[in-house]
């Protein structure tokens, strides 16, 4: 089967950089993406990386590196509009995502 | 134009009713998912449809059957509702089946059985 683990929660002050991280165990593993979502709205996709190495859209980048089952989403410039839940998701194979539990950010002032 | 939407947004309902969700997305996607969110934010694949088979049933009850009319539309009819069901349901759409792909998520149906 497939696992994902993130944190449940991070605070952050507005400005500031966060970073969330995402391990994962799966096997045959093609990519890893992100999704944002915010309170009572849908996933909205993020990033997704496929290789290893960092991919940057904006204020948002993802990073992955495959031998270390690892990755992570990077959030400078924090704005209160990022407060929301942050998704790690897996895709193996043919196989459907498989959504993390989600971290919760908070972005303070 | 909404390029993923659900009807209706809003679902309360009693325990014991049949009801269904509808979607339908203007992408001209092939495949299309409904997904089950719970209060804890949980968000799990219930079904895929790639052209109006499906190719993914995840462990869900045979209480849930999903209808995909065209490759346009893909409808969700829940029999015998319990209070476990209660839940977010959205429906997603991709490009192809290669489950690599992007998914757009709908706004979701929020299900409260009663």
């Known amino acids: 089967g497939q696992s994902l683990e993130q944190p449940s929660e991070v605070t952050a002050v507005e400005g500031a950089i966060v970073q969330i991280n995402c391990t994962y165990q799966t096997s045959g593993f093609y990519g890893l993406s992100w999704y944002q979502q915010h309170d009572g709205g849908a996933p909205t996709f993020l990033s997704y990386?496929?290789?290893?190495g960092l991919e940057e859209t904006g204020r948002f980048s993802s990073f992955l590196s495959r031998s270390d089952s690892y990755g992570y989403l990077l959030l400078q410039e924090l704005q209160m509009k990022d407060s929301a839940s942050y998704f790690c998701?897996?895709?193996?194979?043919?196989?459907?995502?498989?959504f993390g539990k989600g971290t919760r950010l908070s972005v303070i002032a | 134009d909404t390029a993923v939407s659900q009807t209706p947004k809003y679902l309360v309902t009693q325990m014991g009713n049949d009801k269904s969700i509808k979607c339908e997305q203007n992408?001209?996607?092939?495949?299309m998912y409904w997904y089950k969110q719970d209060s804890k934010k949980f968000l799990k694949i219930m079904f895929s449809y790639n052209n109006k088979e499906l190719i993914i049933n995840e462990t869900v009850p045979n209480r849930f059957s999903p209808k995909s009319p065209d490759k346009a539309h893909l409808n969700l009819h829940i029999n015998s509702l319990e209070l476990g069901d209660s839940a977010v349901y959205f429906c997603?759409?991709?490009?192809?089946?290669?489950?690599?792909?992007?998914?757009?998520f709908g706004p979701g149906t929020r299900l409260l059985v009663l």
């Open positions: 992408l001209g996607h092939d495949t």
């Open positions: 997603a759409s991709s490009q192809e089946s290669g489950f690599q792909e992007t998914q757009y």
């Open positions: 998701a897996v895709t193996s194979g043919n196989t459907p995502l498989v």
């Open positions: 990386n496929a290789l290893d």
